[in-house]
C-alpha cells in the first residue's frame, strides 16, 4: 500500500506544476514513515559544489552511469579474488553431488525470514548478516554445499569459508529460486 | 484548445473549483508528463493523472507483469500478467478517461535516448527503482530544463520532492552526491 500513497503525493504535486497552484516541494523534501504513520518534511538546497548544477559544473554531459553505479564496498577489496565458476552447481548438479557426498552439509545462509518462506530439506541456517566461520560450527574437514537466495550471498559466504581454510566448498548456482524451478517444483517461490 | 461537452461534464467538479476551473483544466489537457516506471508507484501515479484529464501521458518501462507484482502495482490486474507493463498500464489509464492520449515506450532509459524523449514532455516524473536510472533521468532533466518530481520508496518509507535547478531547487546529486556501493543495494 505504501506506494499507493507516495504515488498519489507524486501525482498531487504533478498537477500543482501544471495548474502552477499552491506550493510546491521544490526545495523540500517529503519523507512518509507508513510504520509510524508520520510525514516529516526536511528542507533541501542547492549544493554550490555540486558536480552538474554547482557554480563550476564538472558533468557538462551524460556519463556513464553503470560505471558511476558501481561503487566497491570498503573493505571488499580484501576478500581474495576468486574463480567463482569451479564452484557454482547448476541445481540438478548440486542435487546429485550432494546425494552422492556422505560428508556433505548444506547449509542455508539467508536470513531467518526467507527461511520461514521455504527451505530445502536437511540445510541449517546459518545467515550471511552474523556469518562468521570461526563461530560457524562448521568442520574445515566438512564438504559444504552453500545456498541463498539467487546465489550471490552464498558465494560472499563461500569466499570467507575459503580464507578460513575451508576446502570442499559448493555454491548452487541461481539459489533458491532456480532450485523451485528446476528441481522441487512443488517449493513455493518468493 | 476547448473541452466538448462529454468533458465539460466529467471535469464538473473541477471546473467548479476555483483553483482549477475552466482555465486549469485547459492547461491540464494541453500538457504532457513522461513518467518513468509502470510499476508500484506509476499505477496509482498514471491512473490519476490520467483521469484528472492530463492531455498527453508517456510512459517508460521495460518490464513485464509478474505475479509477485500484483499485490502493489494496482493497475495491473491477475489477467494482465505476463503482459507489458506499459501496456497493462495504458490500458488502465484510458479505460479510466478516453479523452486523453497515452503513449508507451518499451524502452530501458538509456543516454542515448533519454535526452530526445524528455524533450516531447513537459514535466518528468520518476518512479524508477534504481540509482543508474535516478542519475540518468536527474542529469537528463537538468540538462533539458524539466521539473523533476521524484519519488522513492523503501520497505516502508517513502520520498517525494521536486528537483527544479532552473527555478532555484536542489537537484538529486545536490542531496546524493555519490551511489551506495553496489554490494548494499538492495534489488
Known sequence: ?190 | MSLNNEEINRYSRHLTLPEVGMSGQLKLKKSSVLMIGAGGLGSPLGMYLGAVGVGKIGLVDFDIVDHTNLHRQISHTTLDEGRLKVESLRDTILMGNPNIEVEIYNIRLERENVLELFSRYDIIADGSDNFETRYLINDAAYFSKKPLVSASIFRFHGQITIFSPETGGPCYRCLYSEPPPAALVPN
Open chain 1, 1 to 190: 500500500m505504501l506506494p499507493g500513497v507516495v504515488g498519489l503525493i507524486q501525482a498531487t504535486e504533478v498537477i500543482k506544476l501544471i495548474l502552477d497552484k499552491g506550493s510546491n516541494l521544490i526545495g523540500r523534501l517529503l519523507l512518509y514513515d507508513a510504520m509510524k504513520m508520520n510525514f516529516k518534511e526536511v528542507r533541501v538546497r542547492k549544493d554550490p559544489e555540486c558536480v552538474i548544477c554547482g557554480e563550476n559544473p564538472s558533468v557538462k554531459e551524460l556519463i556513464d552511469y553503470k560505471a558511476f553505479c558501481n561503487v566497491p564496498l570498503p573493505g571488499s577489496e580484501i576478500l581474495e579474488e576468486i574463480d567463482e565458476s569451479v564452484y557454482e552447481l547448476s541445481p540438478q548438479e548440486f542435487k546429485y553431488a550432494m546425494d552422492q557426498d556422505p560428508s556433505a552439509v548444506l547449509v542455508d545462509v539467508r536470513e531467518s525470514f526467507e527461511w520461514d518462506i521455504c527451505k530445502i530439506e536437511g540445510a541449517q541456517l546459518i545467515p550471511l548478516s552474523s556469518f562468521n566461520p570461526a563461530s560457524s560450527g562448521l568442520d574445515p574437514e566438512d564438504s559444504l554445499y552453500l545456498y541463498c537466495y539467487k546465489g550471490k550471498r552464498s558465494m560472499l559466504a563461500l569466499k570467507e569459508l575459503k580464507k578460513a581454510g575451508f576446502k570442499k566448498l559448493k555454491n548452487l548456482s541461481g539459489g533458491i529460486d532456480l532450485w523451485a524451478e528446476e528441481v522441487d517444483t512443488d517449493m513455493p517461490r518468493y
